[in-house]
């Protein structure tokens, strides 16, 4: 499978950052009962952290680049933490937070940018429950961050 996400990454003109170290006191992953719990992780773009909030500085196109950025990194900690994806089964569940004002109502919208790059890079597999809330603020003033719930297969 490694190699079938490096071929459709480079078909989407995309490759995988380094995966983030933590910037707190947690671990990036942790590997619970054939499930990856993957901490919430921010979106960079050339080495910087996306900034801004939905409905006052950041479009949602913009928004919705930050969340593919998040899920990027996402793809990246599992990597990193399995050593490659052959063992990715599915990907469960996304929850994404969105830094926005309070007429802000396109979560779900900004969300698709992560959910859409999963569904491109597993294919069915890829296809996940998901959560898309609006909040005041999030670390480092991030636009966007991203969470997940991974099943994986050790055995392959």
């Avoid at 993957?38 to 773009?45: A, E, N, T, V």
Wanted: proline share 4%.
């Amino acid at each position: 499978m490694t190699d079938q996400i490096d071929r459709k990454l480079a078909d989407l003109g995309l490759e995988l950052p380094q995966a983030a170290a933590p910037v707190a006191s947690y671990t990036p992953v942790v590997e619970a009962g054939g499930l990856l719990h993957i901490s919430g992780q921010l979106p960079f773009k050339d080495g910087q952290i996306i900034t801004g909030r939905l409905g006052d500085d950041v479009s949602l196109e913009a928004g919705q680049e930050a969340a593919r950025a998040c899920g990027l990194m996402l793809v990246a900690q599992v990597r990193q933490h399995l050593g490659n994806l052959q063992h990715v089964k599915r990907i469960v569940k996304l929850g994404v937070f969105v830094n926005s004002t309070p007429e802000f109502t396109d979560q779900p919208k900004v969300a698709n940018g992560a959910s859409d790059l999963m569904t491109a890079l597993f294919g069915d597999a890829g296809k996940h429950a998901r959560s898309a809330v609006g909040v005041a603020v999030l670390p480092l003033g991030a636009a966007v961050e991203v969470d997940a719930i991974v099943e994986i297969e050790r055995s392959l």
